[in-house]
DNA sequence: CCGTCTCTTGACCACTTGGTCAAAACGCTA
DNA sequence: TAGCGTTTTGACCAAGTGGTCAAGAGACGG
């Protein structure tokens, strides 16, 4: 194993910006080789040079984005304040919704056909996390500090509802008609408002 | 334009059935002609006898599907109890999620390609449904019989909640651990609390 | 049970697609 | 700047795919 290459790194970057938007707007079996070389700039025996198949360039790019795309959920404080965390957690879920819609699509991609390729990471490094955060909020439910809900649906539902705005997007729009950005500001606002009221303990 | 033939009848029907099928797990692309026609029981060009073409046949699928799909919306009873009504459409949408997760994953993989098939139904019937029911919760709000709420965005929340049982069965399973169907009962619990407290007026 | 219209399919075609390969072009270092 | 490892690509291939077609098999009313 050598280090890589000046051009190497370029490139590979450059392959895997290019097979992300590709994948997130084709699918898998959409996407072609030709398609990703050509957005990459380089030819498709070049593109395979770097990467050894349509494959590999796949799980390249979801594993790469995996950290990304998982952050949010780390950065969730177990020691402050419940309402001020999930709201925090519901707006940063919100921005990568509205600043990196292709990676959610990507995902959501993945998980429609059965998550053949992350089968793993989901009985694995996810799991652990959303088994840790369950924790968290299992310990403010008891706290009295939010109502007893079930913390993985809770979870779910927070997941579901953020990275709606960016999978179904052309819904959205289609729906609210055109409206700039505004659709992220007003959807955080009302989804803040439903989570914190519907989470006041009683 | 004869009457369909009784052949003519149970063919398009079987052909539907089995394009559903292989379009919700692979999408589009992934899709094709020769799986569909095999999982119909039948030969490749005897289906392309009945449906014209690949995408002739997707479409029809879509189309036959769409009206099941908006029914649990239309159900919804202006003149009801909010908190029933909507605990009612959550319930509705549960059980589809459980019982239909075919069509669920279809539409969304629609909807992740930029809904090509669909910008006609977004921007006209769903689009009027979506206006129509708009109305609706912003009277219940009105009467101060909920909390003043974006009823668009509370819509697409109910959406997204219930769907994600299907669309994101995988993950979902794999994070509750296999539960049998527990996790549809759980989950509409869940949602039920979350949206009934959170919409509750103060 | 015949004739006609419907249904079915094997064989085939053009095109796309993932991937290979040999050879040329390039870039770095001594 | 010569030499050598790295990078790049045109040409090519085999498999897969959507779709066609002509001819045979089947259904069914008279």
Redesign the pocket.
Known sequence: M?K?????TE?RAKIAAAALEVFAAEGFRG????AIAERAG?????L??YF????AIYRAVLERLLDDWLAPLRELNPEGDPAREIAAYLDRKMEMARDYPQESRLFANEMLRGAPNMSDVISGELKALVEETAEVIRGWAAAGKIAPVDPKHLIFAIWSTTQHYADFDVQVRGLLGDDGEGRFHDGAAFLKTLFLDGLKPR
């Open positions: 050598n890589p290459t000046r051009i190497q490139n996407a072609t080789v030709d380089m030819s498709k025996p070049n395979l040079y050894g198949s349509k494959e």
